[in-house]
């Protein structure tokens, strides 16, 4: 227990609680413009109050409660796309290991040309042929994914099929459908863990990124990407507007990177004896 | 004659050689196994000697239908094994199991020893749950272990006792031939004795036959009852166990013979120490693929590839030194 | 006589920090080693014999292991108290290793000619021509055909047993005083084996080094060492000169290891057998650490470690059964 990384997992559990709680954490609205308010700054700024902590946007919004729903945009976002892409990756990177011979390179060829492809420009463009939305940024981050995991996952597989056990598991009398479940994915698991952990922090870019650009979210609904292009324009005058989303996005990407990276030396059986 | 339990006949692998990352350029073919013959009788042991890159290992994947040969058969009790229906491959597999020879290598991390031990019972549908259990538990206690021990991981086995996981996994569906692939080479020396011992008793009690690869020739005097000594892909001698100890007839057994260290200070061996190394499969050398190698060597050697003959009765050696008795 | 020692090792302790506790993987071990000597130490997996080595080249993984107490002493100097860089000096000049597994031994990026230039560079500096010209003398001793052109090629380019000999090349291109050969030839097949053993046997005898020869294989032993220590969970439990050992083994434990390794002369039969296993670091018996799965244990075993007794002739054994009545 004293070995957890408690730094990444406190950001984490931040991030997740703010999500989850977040309609119950502040009586503002996350949509609902108030010009009055408009443009003040954080609490600690001259002219800034207590009643908006890190300050309003350009329509009067309070920039706290609007993180607060971004991380629930941003977390939902991840939890799909990684669901999908990553689902897809581990089938995909499995079936391809295993079987091998032309099915394994067929499959590493449309691999190798979804990575070469460029996701930003063909997000956008499914963004105009599908509009804007939820599902529109899961499947082009999703396309990011699924190849980048399949990859690895497929090296992963060819060490694990060539131990002993798989050779008994055919001895024994198991289908090559039994052997890929039983035998190959729960020790790829760990890998596979690990992958979603330490692509957590690239499906948040991602996601912020594409709706910077306006391929993601649609406004008014706040994602943290969103909030760093709409406070762009006033980079001089009200700093805050971009600089706390973020710092929002570099602490939580870290976060899981850390995270990532510990829970892969915790996981690698050489290095769990010591 | 009645059947043998195995039968291998001019068994054939060749595996091809490529080259080259865009075109795979054919550079050849390693003839892992080249047209070998040999039986087990049931209940008993055929030892099978030879050092690395000999074919030995590549034989037992194609007797464990884990490989198909480039021709040649294998037959159980008379039926050719490759080329079954699904079915038919289903009861071979029952009958025909097998033990690495590397324990941290065998047994899945994930599943527990019971599912380990269950594997071939649960994928036939051998019985009902509490029937598989019940097997299992009787498993573990013919192999030395304790019913609890069901419930464990690999992890929290040494390398002797997951050995007889292994064997236990391996004598789940009763069968008739199990492939022993070096089963002891990769443990201690004071456990060594006991799983041979084990094997041993198992075999008395269950009637087992064993196909057992080893380098180690001590392991296989004690074991086996007939003994094939493979060099580059082919058998060079194949006697009755005691027949071939007692009268080593082919140059290539006799420097097998002569590299065992000596079991005292005072007993140097006369040694036959071979020159060089193991020619490459690929090009293996004309005639007698030992001539490179060998003390004895004649012109005929590197002319004509011997033949396996007897020389005495049940004794076979393929030699020009030895013509037919 | 003890003029000619050249390593001394005096109660050596070496222990591993773990998060899971210490462990004391080399407990109390001392043995001496004479110019032109070769001692096979003996054990199982896990026995410390291994550990042993490293701590005499000072090998062990930073950290995680430490000498904690005793004296190695080469030509009468405590290495345990040299600094680092000194140390680097001893390491290949005075003390060769060569270790198990010929794969990992050699550099694959580096053709072997680098890296026998290299070592020999390091304790002869001299012209490029003659650190060249004694590489290939190296080659040549451990009869690699055609030494010149392997100067030239990478260890993939050889077979296992070709590579043990250029391991064996590198280890011999200093005249080191001691070498030091940790199942040199478990990973070589059998024949392949033969010829490294004499090969060695040969380098030896021509250059008067001493070998600690560790292995787990008696029959190693037999062909040989001169003298043999026979170590249990972090100790040497018996030693003495190879023949009295073989012909008359005192301590239960080299009993049943002797015995319990099948024989070529043997027909079928059942082999001894020593049950269950050796005992976890973690978890060390109080008394005698064997007397668990020994077959003459007394009560006296359970509560006290022996100390060890003479059989005669520099023949010792470390069990109360060799304890002479008052």
Not at chain 1, 167 to 182: Q, Y
Not at chain 3, 237 to 266: C, W
């Amino acid at each position: 227990m004293r070995n957890l990384p408690w730094i990444p997992l406190t950001i984490i559990s931040v991030m997740l609680f703010m999500g989850i709680f977040a309609p119950f954490l502040t009586s503002y609205s996350p949509i609902d413009q108030s010009l009055p308010d408009k443009l003040l700054p954080p609490f600690w700024e001259e002219g800034g109050s207590i009643k908006h902590l890190f300050g309003t946007d350009i329509f009067g919004r309070d920039v706290l409660t609007r993180l607060y729903h971004g991380a629930r945009v941003s977390l939902i976002v991840t939890a799909l796309a990684l669901l999908v892409g990553g689902g897809v990756g581990l089938v995909i990177g499995i079936v391809s290991g295993y079987v091998g011979g032309r099915l394994d390179s067929l499959l590493m060829r449309i691999v190798d040309a979804a990575l070469a492809f460029p996701t930003i420009l063909f997000a956008l463009l499914l963004a105009v042929t599908m509009g804007q939305g939820l599902r529109t940024i899961v499947i082009a981050i999703s396309l990011l994914l699924w190849a980048r995991f399949a990859r690895v996952v497929r090296g992963e597989v060819l060490a694990v099929k060539e131990r002993d056990y798989v050779a008994l598991a055919k001895v024994h009398g198991c289908s090559p459908a039994r052997i890929m479940a039983t035998h190959i994915l729960p020790n790829v698991l760990n890998t596979f863990m690990v992958l979603l952990t330490l692509h957590v922090g690239v499906v948040i870019v991602a996601e912020a990124s594409l709706s910077f650009l306006g391929a993601g979210i649609p406004p008014p609904t706040p994602s943290w990407g969103l909030m760093v292009a709409e406070g762009r324009g006033k980079i001089s005058s009200a700093w805050w507007l971009s600089l706390i989303p973020g710092v929002a996005i570099t602490l939580v990407v870290l976060a899981f990177n850390l995270f990532g990276d510990w829970l892969r030396d915790r996981l690698d059986p050489k290095l769990r004896q010591l | 004659m009645t059947e043998p339990l195995l039968r291998v006949e001019n068994l054939r692998k060749y595996f091809a050689h490529t080259k080259g990352i865009l075109a795979a350029k054919n550079m050849g073919q390693v003839k892992a196994v080249d047209d070998i013959n040999f039986t087990i009788a049931t209940g008993e042991t055929l030892g099978l000697v030879g050092e690395s890159g000999c074919g030995k290992t590549t034989t037992s994947k194609l007797i464990l239908h884990l490989e198909n040969p480039t021709s040649g058969k294998v037959l159980l009790q008379g039926k050719p094994i490759h080329g079954m229906e699904r079915e038919a491959l289903r009861d071979y597999r029952a009958d025909v199991q097998a033990v690495f020879q590397d324990p941290w290598s065998s047994l899945n991390p994930r599943m527990t020893i019971g599912k380990i031990i269950s594997e071939s019972l649960t994928v036939t549908k051998w019985g009902k749950r509490a029937e598989i259990e019940e097997r299992v538990r009787d498993l573990l206690i013919e192999v030395g272990l304790r019913p609890e021990h069901a419930q464990q991981y690999p992890h929290e086995f040494s390398g002797g006792q997951r050995q007889r996981i292994a064997l236990a996994s391996a004598l789940a569906s009763k069968p008739k031939l199990i492939v022993l692939d070096e089963p002891v080479s990769a443990l201690d020396v004071s456990i060594r004795a006991q799983i041979l011992n084990l094997l041993k008793d198992i075999q008395e009690r269950e009637n087992v036959a064993y196909l057992l690869i080893a380098h180690n020739l001590a392991t296989v005097r004690h074991m086996a009852h007939q003994t094939a000594v493979m060099y580059l892909g082919q058998i060079v001698e194949y006697a009755p166990t005691k027949s071939l100890f007692d009268d080593v007839q082919h140059p290539y057994t006799k420097a097998l013979f002569s590299a065992v260290l000596p079991d005292h200070p005072d007993l140097q061996n006369d040694e036959i120490v071979l020159a060089g190394e193991v020619p490459s499969p690929l090009d293996p050398p004309s005639g007698c693929r030992f001539h490179t190698r060998c003390p004895f060597v004649m012109p005929e050697c590197s002319q004509e590839e011997p033949p396996l003959r007897e020389t005495k009765p049940g004794h076979l050696v393929a030699c020009h030194l030895y013509p037919t008795a | 006589m003890s003029d000619d020692i050249v390593l001394d090792v005096h109660d050596l302790h070496t222990h591993f920090f773990l998060r899971r506790g210490v462990v004391k993987a080399v407990d109390g071990v001392s043995f001496s080693l004479r110019r032109g000597e070769v001692l096979g130490l003996v054990g199982e997996s896990g026995c410390g014999k291994s550990v042993t080595a490293l701590s005499l080249l000072r090998l062990l993984p930073k950290g995680a292991a430490r000498t904690v107490q005793g004296e190695i002493e080469l030509e009468g100097e405590d290495i345990l108290k040299t600094s680092d860089r000194e140390m680097r000096q001893i390491r290949g000049r005075k003390i060769a290793m060569i270790l198990q597994d010929p794969q990992t031994s050699l550099n694959p990026v580096f053709s072997i000619g680098n890296q026998l230039r290299e070592t020999i560079a390091k304790h002869f500096p001299g012209p490029g021509g003659t650190v060249t010209q004694r590489a290939i003398e190296a080659l040549r001793n451990v009869r690699l055909a055609a030494p010149e052109q392997r100067m030239d090629q990478y260890p993939h380019q050889l077979s296992g047993g070709m590579k043990q000999r250029v391991v064996g090349a590198i280890a011999i291109s200093c005249e080191p005083l001691v070498m030091i050969a940790d199942e040199p030839t478990t990973a070589l097949d059998v024949t392949i084996q033969l010829q490294y053993l004499n090969l060695l046997k040969e380098l030896q005898e021509a250059s008067n080094m001493a070998i600690l020869f560790i292995t787990h294989d008696f029959g190693v032993v037999a062909k040989m060492c001169d003298h043999v220590a026979v170590m249990y969970a972090g100790r040497i439990v018996e030693r003495g000169p190879v023949r009295q050992v073989f012909d008359n083994p005192t301590h239960p434990y080299t009993q049943a290891l002797i015995a319990s390794v099948p024989k070529m002369g043997d027909q079928r039969g059942r082999l001894h057998t020593i049950e269950g296993q050796p005992p976890e670091f973690s978890d060390l018996p109080v008394g005698c650490r064997f007397a668990p799965r020994c077959a003459f244990v007394e009560d006296k075993c359970l509560s006290t470690y022996p100390t060890d007794f003479s059989v005669g002739n520099g023949h010792t054994s470390a069990c109360w059964k060799l304890e002479k009545p008052e």
